[in-house]
Structure formats: C-alpha cells, structure tokens
C-alpha cells in the first residue's frame, strides 16, 4: 500500500542533512555551552552560528533571536512577557478569532488575571482587516497579536499594514509566524514587527526547539527563572541539538524556499482542481491564489464526518487532518471556520491537506483516485445525502 504524507502543517520529516548535523552534538560535541572549557565553547559556537542562521531567514539581528522548546512557548512568553512589563500602560489587548490555541488560550489565561481582551472576527475567507484592528485601538492597548499565515485555511495576514498602525500608536506587535517560516519571505523590520514566533519542526528540522524575535529595545518578563541563557529572557540549558539543527533548517530553507514554493503551488492548485472537478458540494476554506499558503489545501464536504473521512484515507495510506493537530483530539469542529461562518455541520466535514517537499505528481493523482471513492461510500451510509439528493 502507498503511504502518502499530506499533513505537512502539523509537522514535517527531519532533513537528512539536519539529522547528520544533530548527531554530531549528541555523540561527539556534547558539551553544556555554559560550561568555560572547550567541550563548552565548541558547543556555544554552534549555538551562535544557529543563532545567525535563524536569524538570517527573518532579517533580524542574531542578538534578538531567544531560542524556546517550540512555537507555544514562544507565543506564551511574547504575550505574557509583553503584558506583564506593560501592565502599568494599560491591559487591553486585541488579537483575532482565528489564532493557534497557544495564542488565543493565552489571552484567555490573562482575561482571567486583570486584562481586557479584543478578539477581532475575520471574512468568509478567513482574513483580518485592517480597519477592524484599528477601531479596536484603545488608549490603553498596549499589545496586538496577529498570524502571519494561518494553519487551517492558509489565509495569509496583512500583518505589514497592522504592525505599521500599531507602531504608530506605539503599541508592541506580535505576530505568530509559525506556519509562514519557510514558506513566506519574512523581514521583521518590513512587516513592522516587535516579537516573532517561529518553530524549527514545521520546516523540516526537529521538535522540541523554537524561537521568539524580540526587536532590540522591546523587553518582557521572563516565564522561566534559574540561569542566565538566553540573555535571562529563557533560563534553562539550552537543547543544543535541536537549536544546532533548527539553525541548519533555516539555512536549508533560505536556500530552497523560492523554488520549493513554485512546485507546491502547482501540486496544491492541480489538488484543489481535481477534488472541484471530481466530487460535488465541496467548499474551499480560505481563499485562493497569493493569499493562501503555497502548501494548504482545506475544503468541506458536504454530508461527510471528518474523522471518518480521515480514517479511511488513512486505510488506503493517505495522511491528512480536519485542522490543528494540537486540537486532533477534540470533538468540536473547527474554531477557525466557525469564525469564517461555517455552520457545526459543514465544520465537520472540513478537511486539510498540507503539501512539502517530498510530495509528487504521483501521489496527488493517487489522492484524486481515492479521495471521490472514499467520499461516495461515506455519503452513501448519510441519510442527509439521500434526503439532498
């Protein structure tokens, strides 16, 4: 049976060049980089080589990457961090419907604690205005946390515009850049940003290892005390492995991005095509073209259930997903498309497919041959089917 990975938005497979580098500095250099001897600083010159690397895909400076366990610590020390040395300021803060759970579960936790929160709705399509986020300014905001690109619907922020208001009006800007790292070229200093959250095991590097750009003059309150790495802004010893081999991602995906996304385009825009001209009633989430993600591809099916959608492609080899895995677990539908405007029940039947590197002709002509039978034998067990029909 063929085995087809389509769910590169939840995680991607190590680059083999990034795993050669990473065993290096678990069998051979295995120093603690805050260690003087020369096991030490042979290790703490990989991390500031990393550091540079990170650096160099986002046009920041090395001295403002802060290196965390991933994406969801960075997200909670950006918002946290800002909120909590801002606090005499003000305590609004604005963010919008469609953010990762890291983001929007830590508004959440500060709504409980003495801050005022602005969550901002989104379009059918998915994407924020700009005007929205400027009638929701306050003379007391003191944060805004928006997306670059998000997971579900690929819909891809006008962040530029939002961080240019927000430093106007001297409010700190964060963006959640998880899922645009590697595929979208990112400036920190275009796109007007202060705090940046990116994440090394969604291009192609390992889990367990991400960062957070903080703009030179930007401070906040460190989540974790007990050393001084990171500048004190991330106590801990440092996972030098995974930081070694997220430098090497990064490098990697400098080098491939512009190429890479001229291949994905054409896979995601033949896969869409093919599921629109092969199966009825499908809607596509989020919108088509520029604005989307290279890689995403997110539809509902009318009157099909989406785990059991999942289930059976997973029986013929095909790996996808209903949205977040961070959220896999869960029974309710989507909050990204019911903030779109998707009703529960056409929520349900949503289905994301998220192309990489590997990916090929092949296999999508493979998941246009399977993907209408699956869904015909689905809709033939639904009495809603038949009563549409």
Avoid: W
Wanted: aromatic content about 4%.
């Amino acid at each position: 049976m063929k085995r087809i990975y389509l769910d590169h938005s939840a995680t991607t497979p190590v680059d083999p060049q990034v795993a050669e580098l990473m065993m290096v500095y678990f069998t051979e250099y295995y120093g603690n980089p805050s260690s003087v001897h020369s096991f030490g600083r042979q290790v703490h010159k990989a991390i500031d080589e990393a550091r540079e690397k990170v650096a160099s895909l986002i046009g920041a400076n090395p001295s403002e990457i802060t290196f965390t366990s991933g994406g969801t610590e960075a997200d909670n020390l950006a918002i946290q961090g800002a909120a909590r040395i801002r606090a005499k300021k003000g305590t609004h803060l604005i963010t919008s419907a469609i953010e990762h759970h890291a983001v929007l579960d830590t508004f959440k936790y500060l709504a409980k604690n003495g801050y005022e929160i602005t969550i901002v709705p989104v379009d059918e399509e998915g994407l924020v205005s700009v005007q929205d986020i400027e009638k929701a300014i306050r003379p007391d905001t003191i944060l805004i946390s928006i997306m670059h690109a998000n997971n579900e619907v690929g819909s891809i922020q006008p962040v530029a515009e939002i961080g240019r208001i927000a430093r106007e009006k001297g409010i700190l800007f964060h963006v959640d850049a998880v899922q645009s790292l590697g595929k979208l070229p990112i400036d920190v200093n275009q796109m007007n940003v202060d705090l940046l959250t990116i994440s090394s095991h969604k291009i192609y590097g390992p889990k367990g290892v991400g960062a957070l750009y903080i703009r030179k003059g930007v401070r906040i309150s460190p989540l974790v005390f007990g050393g001084s790495q990171e500048r004190k802004v991330r106590s801990g010893t440092e996972n030098a492995p995974g930081i070694i081999g997220f430098g090497k991602a990064c490098e990697l995906a400098g080098q491939r991005m512009a190429d890479e996304n001229i291949e994905l385009v054409r896979l995601r825009d033949k896969l869409f095509d093919g599921i629109l001209a092969s199966i009825d009633r499908v809607k596509v989430n989020g919108p088509r073209g520029a604005k989307r993600l290279p890689n995403n591809v997110n539809i509902s099916i009318n009157f099909i259930e989406g785990e059991s959608l999942l289930l059976s492609l997973d029986l013929v080899g095909i790996a996808g997903s209903s949205g977040s895995a961070c959220t896999s677990g869960s029974l309710d539908p989507s909050h990204v498309l019911l903030a779109m405007g998707l009703s529960h029940e056409v929520a349900h039947g949503s289905l994301r497919l998220s192309l990489g590197r590997q990916n090929t002709d092949e296999e999508i002509d493979y998941v246009l041959q399977e993907l209408p039978k699956i869904v015909q034998r689905l809709r033939e067990m639904s009495p809603l089917y038949h009563k549409a029909i």
